[in-house]
């Protein structure tokens, strides 16, 4: 049985630049075993569609997964939810999620979840782990950033979430966009409290080899 076969994740994929670090984030998840319980704005769909094409649509997104990452992701148990259904159990403090990401987070959704306004699945789970005292992580992608946006970071990272701004480093030289999406895809995980090979541990020096 694969090492974290019990576990449960929370996923939102919203409406920001970034779609291969979600599916690099949802593959990781899923090929440890985890079930992983998603849930995908309408304009985080566009984005899988827009980013990565017609094969990433949500209705494909296992078959999509196991092509690009391999057979591994079968191991875990992938529950799409509609946004719109705040019945669904990630919706409840009962359900045993233990964490979420949020991955990449628009501006939007960042506002809706640091004024706890739970209009949708995706606000409405985050705002469940910020009471539970569980792990959230916050993944928002935009640049430049104005104030407001600013000001909802740290009023997410006061109720407790963990800002993890998509910004992948360069030290490992990465050679291609899965490199990044890796790196990024490690740093979430290890958000989450599971371990990963996703990116060579730092070493104290960065490796000589010419780029
Ligand atoms: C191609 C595309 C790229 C976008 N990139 C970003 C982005 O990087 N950051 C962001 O905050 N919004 C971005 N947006 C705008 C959001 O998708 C928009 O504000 C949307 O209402 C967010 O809704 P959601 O949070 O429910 O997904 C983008 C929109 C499109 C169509």
């Known amino acids: 049985m694969p090492a974290d076969a019990q576990a449960r994740i929370a996923i939102a994929v919203t409406g920001a630049s970034g779609a291969i670090y979600a599916t690099r984030t949802l593959a990781a ?13 309408e304009y985080g769909r ?23 990452y391999g057979g591994d992701v079968r191991s875990g148990v992938l529950t799409v939810h509609s946004n719109k259904d705040l019945g669904a159990r990630i919706a409840s403090g009962s359900h045993g999620c233990r964490g979420m990401a949020i991955v990449p987070c628009s501006m939007k959704t960042l506002a809706g979840v640091a004024h706890g306004l739970s209009r949708n699945l995706v606000e409405r789970a985050a705002d469940v782990m910020l009471k539970e005292r569980r792990t959230l992580v916050i993944v928002p992608r935009e640049t430049p950033m104005s104030l407001p946006q600013l000001k909802n970071m740290v009023l997410c990272a006061e109720a407790g979430a963990m800002i993890l701004p998509a910004m992948p480093a ?14 990024m895809a490690g740093k979430i995980l290890s958000a989450l409290g599971f371990d990963h090979d996703l990116y060579p541990a730092w070493t104290g020096q960065v490796d000589r080899e010419e780029p």
Do not use: C, M, N, W
């Open 46 to 68: 566009r984005l899988l569609h827009d980013e990565l094409g017609e094969a990433a649509h949500v209705e494909r997104l296992l078959p999509f997964l196991t092509e690009k």
């Open 29 to 41: 998840l899923l090929s440890r075993g985890v079930h992983v319980e998603l849930v995908i704005s």
């Open 170 to 183: 360069f030290y490992q030289r990465p050679k291609t966009l899965d490199d990044l999406a890796d790196f």
